[in-house]
């Protein structure tokens, strides 16, 4: 288990998270260190609801001997009672020109695409 920023990661028995050599795919390994399952608390709040406290958890996996592809997914729920709050799963495609694209299907049904490019990463 690793604290940094206020997050707690836990990462599963075996899995591998360096960048050596022939653990992931070269066009993955600006990103390898998201790799792994983080977990953390957070505060969250609208101007139409009362502030209120999350557990959130998030999982990035690669497997080395597939496409350059990060598949993502994240979950939170409430810290009081345990329900579940929100859920969301999809991929990250980091390119070689330093762009990722991302592609995300919430549980509500809303799916996003999005592109970040390489200076705003």
Partial sequence: M???GGREATRGAGEEVSAGAGVVHPVIEPLAYLLG???GVGEGGFPTISSFSYGELLHFSHSPTKK????YS???WKLNSGEPMHAE??????????TIEVVIAQSTGV??????????I
């Fill in 89 to 98: 799963s999809g991929y990250w495609r980091p390119k070689p020109d330093g």
């Fill in 37 to 39: 399952t983080w977990k």
């Fill in 68 to 71: 350059p592809v990060i598949a």
């Fill in 111 to 120: 799916v996003e695409v999005q592109l970040a490019l390489g200076e705003n």
């Fill in 2 to 4: 690793e604290e940094e």
């Fill in 74 to 76: 994240q979950k939170t």
